[in-house]
């Protein structure tokens, strides 16, 4: 009962069980919402069910970024963790994650493609040869989901910085397809076309 909730959850946002999905999230007003219509449930829970529901078509991100080595903080690959929320730290501590190693710039992944991910250690963080390259040639949806408003702005500064500008000398256009789910909006799909 539970899962076909969950479920309808997943579809509600517009995740469809072959997506590629970046998930960028809060889940605080999700987790009220689910308390609310009766179920009794862990983040882990939220967790497993996403990965259940994508990872036997589609690919699940999660950024599991930790910015303390910038700051001169030892990283240690299986300790350190995410500054990304606690869905985020869960799914880096998964047992079924393929990490990349990136002491900054880290991801956790799951599903039909996180093969193109394991044992990524690239050198520049946002070279060609980085998650950000995969990421944004094979068209993820960046899903960001029950963020404040005030907070998205900050994070698509952060996506097309990192995802989109590999070489500063280089001038791209693309477009950016962001679902996003917040308190005031059910779902909003915002289509961004940048010149960098």
Known sequence: MIK???VQIWKSWGIEQDDRILLH???KRTLTYIKDNGYNLKPKDILDSLIEYLS???TLAFPTFNFSFNDGEK?????TPSQMGILTELARQHPFAVRTLNPVYSFAIFGKDAFKFKNIDNESWYSKKSPFNIIHNDNYKIC?????????PKLLHIIVRNIFK????IIRIFLLNILIKTKRQKLKL?????GI
Do not use: A
């Open 166 to 169: 590999f070489h500063g000398d």
């Open 56 to 58: 036997s078509y589609g």
């Open 75 to 79: 990283y240690e690959y299986h300790n």
């Open 4 to 6: 076909n909730f969950l």
């Open 190 to 194: 915002i289509k961004v076309t940048f």
């Open 144 to 152: 960001i989901l029950d963020l404040r408003e005030r907070e998205i």
């Open 25 to 27: 999230s809060s889940f």
